[in-house]
């Protein structure tokens, strides 16, 4: 059985190492200043806001802020509204993120909350390439379906957006 195992670590480390060269790429070509725990600043999100978490720090999964609580499109395909808490529960990343332009400011637009509010419980045709929380995400934030299958695909998708290169930092939130 240690054959599973080893391809299942090569992958892993692949997929690690294929997210550095795109992190590199984002940051040489001004899409991205500073990524999820590369800031101590401390930002409080506002409705409508990008949040995303870390996952066995390969992966990044995102969501919506909305009144206290985050919008994600789950691993089963329904659209849920969670806590900050859940939004982290049986991820490894212990911190939420926000998307901020250069004055640490979130980015968020105004209809975005009102979409994520008329999406809650839908049921979509979940995949982790072709239809996951990152393209929900940037449908919100559009209001159309987009070609969206990496968190890096999201970061250049919200820098030509918001016409602003991304800043992640550190959500203050409320843990209840």
């Known amino acids: 059985m240690p054959a599973p195992l080893l391809w299942f670590g090569a992958a892993c480390?692949?997929?690690?190492?294929?997210?550095?060269?795109?992190?590199?790429?984002l940051k040489s070509t001004n899409t991205v200043r500073t990524?999820?725990?590369?800031?101590?600043k401390r930002i409080t999100p506002r409705n409508g806001a990008i949040v995303t978490c870390g996952i066995y720090g390969v992966l990044d999964h995102t969501g919506v802020w909305v009144n206290g609580n985050i919008y994600e499109l789950s691993g089963k395909g329904l659209i849920r509204s969670v806590s900050p808490e859940r939004f982290?529960?049986?991820?490894?990343?212990?911190?939420?993120?926000?998307?901020?332009?250069?004055?640490?400011?979130?980015?968020?637009?105004?209809?975005v909350s009102q979409r994520?509010?008329?999406?809650?419980?839908?049921?979509?045709?979940?995949?982790?390439?072709?239809?996951?929380?990152?393209?929900?995400?940037?449908?919100?934030?559009?209001?159309?379906?987009?070609?969206i299958t990496s968190f890096s695909d999201l970061n250049e998708a919200l820098s030509s957006l918001f016409l602003t290169s991304i800043n992640w930092h550190e959500a203050k939130v409320d843990f209840r």
């Open 13 to 25: 480390l692949g997929l690690y190492a294929s997210n550095r060269a795109n992190d590199a790429y």
């Open 35 to 40: 990524l999820p725990g590369d800031s101590s």
């Open 88 to 111: 982290l529960h049986n991820r490894t990343g212990k911190k939420i993120y926000v998307a901020c332009d250069e004055h640490y400011m979130p980015l968020a637009a105004d209809d």
């Open 116 to 147: 994520c509010i008329d999406n809650l419980f839908q049921l979509r045709d979940y995949h982790l390439i072709n239809n996951n929380c990152h393209q929900f995400v940037a449908e919100m934030l559009t209001g159309e379906r987009t070609k």
